[in-house]
């Protein structure tokens, strides 16, 4: 059974850090795309920061460019998104995500189907 249980959010003032991670079972994370998601309230579902299937190659949105950073440690099969400098416009509900045929880098949402149950992060001081 495929589950993806993220951890690590919070709240956090504005220019801190956080680091969130996402643990995965029932397949093994580095032979897929993997994402990182947020919501916050009003809004859609976007991709913050993926990694591709292919070639590893990173896409981080232009908001978190220079101040998140995504990971995985296939080891322990957990992905992580370590996010620095944060905004209260980061504030969300972050997602990780997996899906099984997606080929390239794709950070849109409807191209995953595997979510994890979400973590809140709240910036603000």
């Known amino acids: 059974q495929v589950q993806l249980v993220e951890s690590g959010g919070g709240l956090v003032q504005p220019g801190g850090s956080l680091r969130l991670s996402c643990a995965a079972s029932?397949?093994?994370?580095?032979?897929?795309?993997i994402g990182w998601f947020r919501q916050a309230p009003g809004k859609e579902r976007e991709g913050v920061s993926c990694?591709?299937?292919?070639?590893?190659?990173?896409y981080y949105a232009d908001s978190v460019k220079g101040r998140f950073t995504i990971s995985r440690d296939n080891a322990k099969n957990t992905m992580y998104l370590q996010m620095n400098s944060l905004k209260p416009e980061d504030t969300a509900v972050y997602y990780c995500?997996?899906?099984?045929?997606?080929?390239?880098?794709?950070?849109?949402?409807?191209?995953?189907?595997?979510w994890g149950q979400g973590t809140q992060v709240t910036v603000s001081s």
């Open positions: 029932g397949f093994t994370l580095d032979y897929y795309a």
């Open positions: 995500a997996t899906d099984f045929f997606l080929v390239g880098s794709s950070c849109h949402r409807n191209d995953y189907y595997y």
């Open positions: 990694i591709s299937s292919s070639d590893g190659s990173t």
